[in-house]
């Protein structure tokens, strides 16, 4: 009886020195915070970021008539599309692609149910195309501040105001924070009837802002 007993107080003795070894790792901490996921699964997510996503955003719309045009899908052909900042929407399900002069991937984007628009600035030399989707429709829009945006690539100081914000997502996926220095920050949302992320973010002068997998984030300006 007493060997069991000193057994039980040796594997209890263990134990607590094994779970006070477990310190919490500062990836976890950062994501109990905040819902921002730092560290080698960031630098995975957020991969290589083409140069021309951090060029100054169009300040203004291009056309002085309404410029909207409805491609039918023709075998991933590519197109060429006037210099502007567009509202993408598809009917089906697939992905938008932008790709530059050398054939290097720039931008990428999934519509789908739920998934309804992208919006990003597209130059005239840019390859536009898309798979999976029957038809896209581009709609040129004058660039300005918004509180909802939708997926696709924002400039803090020209579609967002800088400040703190209280930032909510509609859907599951990822909000790009991005700086030409590369001090990145990625953060995760979940978003539905049932659960919502709130997170606190601060958008400083010109750092852009990619949302992936969002059907919309939702801003509140906080200071």
């Known amino acids: 009886m007493k ?16 779970f006070a070894d477990q310190e919490i790792t500062e ?5 109990k915070q905040n819902f921002e996921i730092i560290g080698k699964e960031k630098e995975a997510l957020i991969g290589d970021i083409h140069p021309d ?15 909207v045009l409805f491609i039918d899908h023709k075998a991933d052909k590519p197109y060429q599309v006037p210099t502007g900042r567009y509202s993408i929407s598809g009917e089906g399900t ?7 002069g050398q054939e290097n991937l720039v931008y990428q984007e999934f519509i789908a149910y739920g998934i309804e628009s992208v919006e990003v600035d597209i130059k005239d030399d840019y390859d536009f195309r898309f798979n999976g989707l ?21 400039e803090v100081g020209i579609h967002i105001d800088p400040g703190v914000y209280k930032v909510s ?15 990145h920050q990625l953060f995760e949302f979940l978003g539905s009837a049932f659960t919502e ?9 010109k750092e852009k802002v990619i949302i992936t997998g969002l059907s919309e984030v939702v801003l509140e300006l906080v200071q």
């Open 3 to 18: 060997k069991l007993l000193v057994v039980g107080i040796l594997l209890f003795v263990t134990g607590c020195n094994v």
């Open 197 to 205: 992320t709130e997170i606190t973010i601060e958008f400083s002068e």
């Open 27 to 31: 990836e976890a901490k950062a994501y």
């Open 169 to 183: 997502g509609e859907g599951y996926g990822y909000l790009k924070l991005l700086s030409n220095q590369g001090d």
């Open 134 to 154: 029957e038809r896209v429709a581009l709609v040129e829009v004058e660039p300005e501040v918004k509180e909802v945006l939708s997926p696709g690539i924002w």
């Open 94 to 100: 697939g992905y938008i692609y932008l790709y530059d």
């Open 53 to 67: 996503i951090f060029e100054p955003a169009i300040e203004e719309k291009q056309s002085e008539e309404a410029n």
